[in-house]
């Protein structure tokens, strides 16, 4: 495990501390799974963004649905519905 300090503004530190007491765990280990979290939902974030770009730049072409995958889907779609 490598060690990393980082300074927090006088509320910030005072509300992890609160929190920690309040939840009998050590303030370090709920600021671990804050960050974890961040990272966890900026990672997420980054891949939404990137299959979202790369569904606009393929909208249209080749790489877009499959002609055959989709006609399989519109007719499964009106089997179920009929």
């Keep these: 495990m490598k ?3 980082v ?3 006088a509320d910030l530190y005072s509300k ?3 929190l920690a ?3 009998r765990r050590p303030a370090t280990e709920l600021a671990r799974e ?5 990272l966890e939902q900026h990672r997420r974030e980054s891949l939404h963004r ?3 770009e790369y569904a606009e730049q393929s909208a249209g072409t080749e ?3 499959d002609p055959g995958l989709e006609a399989a889907a ?3 779609l009106l089997q179920e519905n009929s």
């Design 3 to 5: 060690n990393f300090h």
């Design 7 to 9: 300074p927090l503004p």
């Design 16 to 18: 992890l501390r609160a």
């Design 21 to 23: 007491q309040q939840y």
């Design 34 to 38: 804050a960050i974890e979290a961040w």
């Design 50 to 52: 990137a299959i979202a």
């Design 63 to 65: 790489a877009d649905l």
């Design 74 to 76: 519109v007719e499964h």
